[in-house]
């Protein structure tokens, strides 16, 4: 489909489609049907606001061809930059944001780094806004230790923008794409380095490198069904697997009986306890692990879980992660996936090994203009 209002179309990578955003919903249709449809029956998929939604942006930091400092995206399938000045899908603010960060980074010879020379300092800028507060955090990703005049800066850009309440920097001298070094430690420029947000209700802090969903008001839309879908009645065991800042386990706390949430990253965990406390919500539990090793460990403890929620990353669960969950018997899996190939992958997985049939699969578009969607689909143990 070719663009008919951005004029950075047919260069910038950032979006897959740029027609009509029925089409690209049919489209959504089609390739959740394919994965899905064959397990059981899907239902209309759920469309989004198709600007301003994003309330994450992320930018690299490099030259255009005036040899003028940019941020931008990356060509397709490329480290080649194409200058942004404002993209429709950001949240409103977010361009004046990165205009008065591209400024004060002349102004204080801060360079773009250069991958292939090792030299330069700042790759990447992100930038989080809460939804509901307003509240923004700006997170600097340099490739070298080497931040010139970097109180000064922080000060400046404070002072230009009274919405930004947090400012981190880390280190990231990694030749892989990943934009964020998970084991890097993140520096606090100023602020408490997170910002609070409210979702369904609950207050929720957001620190720089946890997991947390870009369109907000669609978030609220999955977790409201996701949670429905589980069908809870205030006596459940729960366990809310990849579970970031513990979002879905926080809210089906609220009407279950007690939530185990599993989480990788030691960060979302931090996040998640905080938004625990914040909310005076107590029959929760973090547990910071490999879902998987996790999972197979309660297991073998003959542990149960009446209900679970499993939200992995774009790449699914594994076999192992699977097989232990079958043997906690949950009654309802409720699999929230961004990729129905994974997904279906790993439900044909717990439908040839375990007592499962699937109810139904709800696909719920949350990146309008990429070719990502998500689908919550209800897994139901067989009744004899
Ligand atoms: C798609 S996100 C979902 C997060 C959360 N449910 C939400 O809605 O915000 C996937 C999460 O899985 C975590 N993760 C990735 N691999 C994992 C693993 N092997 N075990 C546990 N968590 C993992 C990531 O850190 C990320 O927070």
């Known amino acids: 489909m070719k663009d008919k209002t951005c004029p950075l179309a047919p260069y910038c990578g950032g979006c897959d489609f740029v027609g009509s955003y029925e089409e690209e919903l049919a489209e959504k249709t089609r390739v959740v049907c394919r ?10 998929i759920i469309g989004s606001e198709t600007t301003r939604y994003r309330d994450k942006v992320q930018a690299v930091v490099g030259y255009d061809r005036k040899g003028d400092i940019c941020t931008g995206l990356y060509q397709k399938n490329s480290h080649r930059i194409v200058p942004v000045k404002d993209c429709a899908l950001e949240f409103e603010g977010a361009s004046e944001i990165l205009r008065s960060i591209r400024r004060l980074l002349k102004t204080y010879k801060i360079k773009p780094y250069d991958e292939d020379l090792k030299s330069g300092n700042i790759r990447y800028i992100l930038l989080r806004r809460g939804h509901i507060s307003g509240e923004v955090l700006v997170f600097l990703v340099f490739g070298r230790d080497e931040f010139p005049s970097s109180k000064e800066f922080v000060n400046a850009l404070k002072q230009m923008h009274p919405e930004i309440k947090t400012i981190t920097y880390q280190v990231n001298d990694r030749d892989d794409s990943m934009v964020i070094n998970q084991d890097a430690p993140i520096k606090v420029l100023y602020g408490n380095g997170y910002i609070n947000d409210e979702l369904c209700g609950l207050k929720i802090r957001l620190s720089s490198a946890s997991f947390y969903q870009i369109n907000s008001k669609q ?16 006596n459940e065991r729960v366990l809310d697997a990849y579970s970031g800042t513990g979002t879905i386990g926080l809210v089906a706390a609220k009407k279950a009986k007690e939530v185990v949430c599993v989480e990788l990253n030691g960060k979302a965990v931090e996040d998640a306890k905080e938004n625990a406390k914040l909310n005076n919500i107590e029959n929760i539990s973090f547990v910071t692990a490999d879902a998987s090793v996790y999972c197979k460990e309660a297991a073998k403890r003959k542990e149960s879980f009446d209900i679970a929620f499993l939200d992995p990353p774009r790449a699914g669960s594994d076999e192992r992660f699977l097989s232990s969950l079958i043997k906690l018997g949950a009654k309802n899996i409720v699999y929230i996936s961004c990729n129905p190939h994974t997904q279906n992958r790993d439900i044909k997985y717990l439908l040839k090994f375990g007592p499962y049939e699937v109810y139904g699969s709800q696909p719920i578009d949350m ?3 990429s070719n990502h969607v998500e689908t919550i689909v209800l897994l139901q143990r067989e009744t004899l």
């Open 367 to 369: 990146f309008p203009r």
């Open 219 to 234: 978030t609220e839309v999955l977790y409201k069904i996701a949670v429905k879908m589980a069908r809870l009645t205030g």
């Open 35 to 44: 994965n899905l449809k064959g397990f059981g029956p899907v239902a209309s």
